[in-house]
């Protein structure tokens, strides 16, 4: 944003099959971790200021050698944790980075050294950048459970389909045994795609309405209908259902800092909530799930890339442009002009969906409710691993701030229904 304050790139709610970030049971796979012992060094990088961890397999160099770094199979971690004299200790300790690295490492058969730099966090896992010899990926972390097999290869498929139609993403790797998906020696688990050099879309930037409808369009036009999850069963209940009232009892009961503002806002959820309807079968549709604005990305020559497809699953094209619309235009207060840009192009492109009665909502306040409800258990569950109880905190907060409010929901919608009817139709892409 050239002018105002920038906003926060915020994180938002996921699928609930794999929102919760918790503790793992499963801590086995000795045998997976590399047998040999490590050393590492640290020293200050003199053009970023950043503090560079050098993990290394093996022995460290000589005393003597007057080079910074051992001569084979090296590993570099970088963090940007500048307030932290033991910033590896926030990603994770440095013996698991080492591990993660080597496990990667021997998977994929890379002989060239690696250099990992922590990349964005979100509540579901870490993404890293590695640097191996001339390429670039993105290694992605899952902390909860992990997709399934069916999943992948659904998520595949429509990302085939979506990069035919236009939409530019970075491509899922397998490792030499054909796998999308490595469990860690800690238990969590990885994904490999491309990395894409890319920038932070600003909300407020002028063309950024035209450019996300027009992009939404594109995704619900090359879309199959669904009346299924991608791993089967029926439409997950995150997106259409809310928590009964008393789910909320533990934690409004708590001692924490958020839970006045908690009761101020429970106050007001079942007006809120009012609007939640189950969606129509005929109406779904494959959709993204989770098109907010860390998941939209503009590369090197302003093309918008679409990452972070793990949400993806059956959806009502309408329903994703409400939350869309939200995610991208009502940081609190609501851009009114921004979203009706934005869903005039969306209309222009050729998109199936409308925004036309409150049920159009549901998605939106559903999935936001949800993922207040689940962060907040997670910021009181003593179980929970410290890292994950901290950034449930500064999710509640947020969360609690964009919560739409009813006025919000019935502004959007007479704006949806203006937009319509001085609609000249649809266009093609």
């Known amino acids: ?69 051992p001569r084979s199979g090296r590993y570099q971690v970088h963090t940007d944790h500048r307030r932290s004299h033991r910033p590896w200790a926030r990603l994770g300790g440095v013996t698991l980075v080492e591990n993660l690295v080597a496990h990667v490492r021997e998977a994929f058969g890379w002989s060239e050294d690696v250099v990992v730099s922590a990349g964005p966090r979100g509540a579901l ?17 899952i902390f909860a459970e992990p997709p399934s097999e069916p999943l992948i290869a659904a998520e595949l498929a429509f990302a085939r389909r979506a990069a035919e139609a236009g939409v530019r993403l970075p491509a899922s790797h397998p490792d030499r045994a054909g796998r999308h998906l490595l469990e860690t020696p800690e238990g969590t688990w990885l994904r490999l795609y491309d990395w894409i050099d890319s920038r932070p879309v600003e909300p407020a930037a002028r063309s950024t309405p035209q450019e996300l409808g027009t992009l939404l369009a594109r995704l619900h036009r090359c879309a199959p209908a669904a009346v299924a999850e991608p791993a089967g069963g029926p439409p997950h209940p995150w997106y259409d259902r809310v928590p009964a009232a008393d789910a909320w009892a533990q934690v ?4 924490t800092v958020w839970a006045a503002r908690l009761a101020d806002r429970l106050a007001t959820l079942p007006e809120l ?27 090197a020559a302003g093309e918008l890339v679409v990452v972070d497809w793990g949400d993806f699953g059956p959806a009502a094209p309408g329903r994703e442009l409400a939350k869309v619309l939200f995610d991208w235009f009502c940081d609190g207060p609501a851009d009114l002009g921004a979203m009706r840009a934005m869903y ?11 925004i036309a009665e409150p049920a159009d909502f549901s998605m939106l306040v559903a999935s936001r409710v949800n993922f207040l409800l689940l962060q907040t258990r997670v910021a009181v569950d003593p179980t929970a691993e410290q890292r994950h109880r901290e950034w449930a905190e500064r999710e509640i907060d947020e969360a609690l701030r964009i919560l739409p409010s009813p ?22 892409l």
């Open 273 to 299: 909530c009012a609007a939640v309807a189950p969606a129509d079968l005929s109406e779904l549709i494959v959709c993204h799930r989770d098109l907010h604005p860390e998941n939209v990305l503009a590369d």
């Open 125 to 141: 896992g870490q993404i890293w950048r590695l640097e191996v010899g001339p390429a670039r990926y993105a290694l992605k972390e």
């Open 344 to 354: 005039e192009a969306y209309v222009r492109a050729g998109g199936p969906g409308r």
């Open 252 to 255: 409004s009961e708590s001692d």
């Open 407 to 428: 006025r919000q929901l019935a502004e959007v919608l007479e704006l949806a229904r203006a937009a319509e009817s001085s609609s000249p139709g649809r266009g093609a």
């Open 1 to 69: 944003m050239p002018s105002p304050p920038r906003r926060r790139r915020r994180r938002r709610p996921p699928s609930p099959a794999r929102a919760v970030p918790r503790p793992r049971g499963r801590r086995g796979h000795a045998h997976l971790r590399p047998p040999v012992s490590a050393w590492s060094h640290s020293r200050r990088s003199a053009i970023s200021g950043r503090l560079t961890l050098v993990v290394t397999v093996g022995k460290p160099p000589s005393p003597l050698s007057t080079s910074p770094r």
